[in-house]
């Protein structure tokens, strides 16, 4: 969950769904025309046109919050785009994201009311890359920008201009004449999405290295980085004085330091200087003394990974984990040791850190996770995901709330599921936004048979597929750990004493539900307070664990990390540590989410019998597809049809009475938004006598 700014000013009216149909007193007919400057490619493209509409003179990259913005948005998918290729955008409709336009507040550009609006479109480039299992994906591959929805490294963009909607029929040219350079970044990378890296300072230190792992994964090179923040009187050349390491998780840090706390200068001068200065209240005391870590791990679907493997993104945790760590461990003093490694963050940090001891109580020894992502699936911010029908409507017809603030103790939605799931459907379809949802669906959701997220639900209407809500258990944290409660990886008495979560009741993303969940599962199996789980009182999102102020926190950590040394009052055993304590291992994950698995997951229609009689009742069965796949059916009789394609439900048994002599045959077609629809045959059957 990034952690944006919540502004409790400019409310929306939390029933209104953003794509009904008003009625209206004009008929825009708008259409825009989008070509390729001279020169600004070499070949066609695939990518996806974001185009907006902002108040007269606005620059419309200033607000595009689902919460706040006043945009108008409009996205297309482009395939072979440019250089002379051009291509139109009109109209719009939820029905085929894909091919078609979708937009948000308004579905379709014939909703765009007259009046004068400054434009700006988007072209974000994809990539077709093949990855080892063997899909073949086009994604954007982010390049030292950390991951933007619209406008990252390498986008095509047109100027902006002030364009008048006049509601009737119109025809406006928009020219990509611009791209953006990794110079619109701060605190760019040197060299960008390669091996370079940002400048080094005294205590501020960068690493990058080439992921052998992913690489070979994504069949391209990607790299992960860490920027590596030294504490008071660290000495290059002091080999014996060494550090426990705290890895900060979080989003994309880019090269700057402490990301999550201490970005403010009275921290920076005590940390710097190794001492807190003295306050009325207490004297002069040495600053706790630790390797602080951020990782760079810009991915494809986000601006970060989620630090763990997952069969949509790849072998991000073993990247991490097996490839930078140890790179960071050969460059700096650190103690090698589970104890001496501690995970923090908050947010999507907060799921990172816990997932990561959870995951791996081989290599780390505590975590300090502050309103963490959707810790337990029966809540997914505000969804009751294992049993609603619906991921945006209740059973008694109120919208889903997805981000609030308290207004004079009074909760205030400021965006509801659906909102948020459609304005992200604007900036890429199958999960390709770099938004919060779809990156959900994409660390914790298998692969689809078309290649990207087998997504949760439908992101237009929100229908729950149980199937795919199924395949995300793995990563149900709490889910996992009762299930390796007593297995052999004996979470139980590995984790004891090593989880601690805070958070705050009034969570501006509803995180708080989800942290209670999992209290309830582990503490039923691991008695009251298995897991340390604080939840503080009309507390938002936001801020150090437990609120605490930054030292008080630091003073915390480096408490447990001496207690649990080997010399302390409770070390850390050789047992809770022990390598079968393992789990996220790379080859499962992408054995359940991969290629191979969602190709095994089809089936073909298939007839219940190997002959048939003319007059005789036959049954198929209608395959296996995807969740979500829509289905029809034909009979064919002597290679002709027999009947009109019917409707059928997946797992439905077909019936037919053969009424001549010779051979039947099942098809079925399969269509889903985002997959290409295809017909599958059964066997033929000899009809005899
Ligand atoms: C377009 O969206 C705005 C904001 O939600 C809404 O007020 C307006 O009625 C919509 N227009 C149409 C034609 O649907
Ligand atoms: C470390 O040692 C090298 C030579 O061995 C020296 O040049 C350098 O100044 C030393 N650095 C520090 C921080 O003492
Ligand atoms: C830093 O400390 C000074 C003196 O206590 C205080 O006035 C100032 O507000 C502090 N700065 C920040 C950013 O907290
Ligand atoms: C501490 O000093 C500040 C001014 O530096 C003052 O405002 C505050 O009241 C003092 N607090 C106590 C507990 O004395
Ligand atoms: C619908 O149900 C939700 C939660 O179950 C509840 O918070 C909300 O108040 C209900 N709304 C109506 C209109 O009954
Ligand atoms: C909150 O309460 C204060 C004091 O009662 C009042 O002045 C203010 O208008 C209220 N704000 C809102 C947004 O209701
Ligand atoms: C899809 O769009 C159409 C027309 O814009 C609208 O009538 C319909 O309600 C939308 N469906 C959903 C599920 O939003
Ligand atoms: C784990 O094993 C213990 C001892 O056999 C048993 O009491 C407990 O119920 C088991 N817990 C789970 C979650 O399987
Ligand atoms: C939970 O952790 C806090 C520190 O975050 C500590 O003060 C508290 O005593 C712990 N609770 C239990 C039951 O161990």
Not at 391 to 411: L, W
Not at 616 to 623: C, D, H, K, N
Request: glycine content about 10%; some cysteine.
């Amino acid at each position: 969950m990034l952690k944006a700014i919540v502004v409790a000013a400019l409310a929306i009216d939390a029933s209104a769904m953003p794509t009904g149909n008003v009625e209206r007193d004009y008929n825009t007919n708008l259409e825009v025309k989008f070509s390729v400057a001279d020169g600004f490619l070499d070949t066609p493209i695939d990518g996806r046109i974001v185009l907006m509409f902002a108040p007269s003179e606005m620059n419309p990259l200033e607000d595009t919050d689902v919460t706040s913005s006043p945009n108008k948005i409009f996205g297309k998918n482009v395939y072979d785009f440019g250089p002379k290729n051009t291509v139109i955008l009109s109209g719009g409709n939820n029905d085929s994201t894909a091919t078609n336009v979708f937009g948000w507040p308004n579905v379709s550009m014939s909703d765009v009311e007259p009046g004068t609006y400054s434009v700006q479109a988007f072209l974000t480039r994809y990539e077709t890359v093949t990855r080892s299992d063997g899909s073949i994906v086009s994604l954007r591959f982010p390049c030292g920008d950390g991951g933007l929805n619209v406008n990252g490294f390498g986008s095509l963009t047109t100027s902006t201009t002030d364009i008048e909607i006049t509601g009737g029929a119109q025809t406006v040219d928009l020219v990509f004449n611009k791209i953006t350079a990794v110079e619109a970044f701060t605190g760019k990378e040197i060299g960008g999405c390669n091996q370079g890296n940002y400048e080094d300072t005294e205590t501020l230190k960068h690493i990058k290295v080439r992921s052998k792992r992913l690489s070979k994964f994504w069949g391209r090179d990607v790299y992960v980085g860490a920027n590596v923040i030294l504490p008071a009187g660290y000495d290059a050349n002091d080999t014996k004085t060494r550090y426990p390491v705290i890895y900060n998780q979080g989003h994309w840090p880019a090269g700057q330091g402490a990301y999550n706390y201490g970005d403010d200068e009275n921290f920076t001068a005590a940390w710097d200087s190794g001492i807190i200065p003295a306050s009325n209240t207490t004297a002069e005391l040495p600053t706790p003394k630790f390797i602080v870590v951020t990782f760079r791990h810009e991915a494809p679907y986000y601006d970060d990974s989620y630090a763990v493997n997952t069969a949509n993104l790849g072998p991000y945790g073993d990247a991490i984990n097996e490839e930078l760590i140890p790179h960071i461990e050969d460059t700096f003093h650190t103690i090698r040791a589970p104890y001496a490694r501690v995970q923090d963050g908050g947010s999507t940090g907060g799921w990172e850190s816990i997932a990561n001891v959870i995951y791996r109580p081989d290599l780390f020894g505590v975590c300090f996770s502050s309103y963490p992502d959707s810790l337990d699936f029966h809540r997914h911010q505000d969804i009751e995901l294992y049993t609603a029908t619906n991921a945006y409507q209740r059973a008694n017809g109120s919208f889903v709330p997805s981000i609030r603030t308290f207004v004079n103790d009074t909760q205030k939605v400021l965006a509801t599921v659906a909102q948020e799931n459609h304005w992200e459907l604007t900036f890429g379809t199958s999960s390709r936004s770099f938004n919060q949802w779809d990156v959900w669906n994409a660390v914790f959701g298998v692969q689809g048979y078309n290649g990207y997220p087998l997504e949760p639900w439908d992101k237009v209407t929100g229908e729950i597929y149980p199937e795919a809500v199924a395949y995300w258990k793995p990563f149900d944290l709490s889910d996992y750990i009762v299930t390796n409660f007593n297995s052999s990886r004996n979470l139980g008495a590995a984790l004891a004493g090593r989880i601690f979560i805070y958070v705050g009741t009034w969570d501006n993303y509803f995180l708080n539900e989800g942290v209670i969940e999992f209290q309830k599962r582990t503490d039923a199996v691991g008695g009251l307070g298995w897991a340390n789980v604080t939840i503080l009182p009309e507390k938002p999102h936001g801020g150090n664990y437990q609120t605490r102020e930054i030292w008080d926190y630091l003073k915390l950590v480096e408490r447990w990390v001496k207690d649990h040394a080997p010399d302390g009052s409770n070390p850390l055993s050789s047992s809770s540590t022990a390598p079968s304590t393992r789990g996220n291992v790379w080859e499962d994950v992408v054995a359940y989410g991969g290629r191979g698995a969602a190709v095994k997951r089809q089936a073909d229609p298939k007839i219940k019998a190997d002959k048939a009689k003319v007059g005789g009742e036959i049954i198929a069965s209608v395959g296996r597809w995807d969740p979500g796949v829509r289905l029809s059916a034909q009979w064919i009789l002597n290679s002709k049809p027999a009947c009109e394609y019917f409707r059928v439900e997946q797992g439905e048994s077909v019936n037919y009475t053969p009424t001549a002599k010779g051979h039947v045959q099942l098809l079925v077609t399969g269509e889903k938004r985002n997959y290409v629809t295809e017909t599958r045959k059964s066997q033929r059957v000899l009809v005899g006598k």
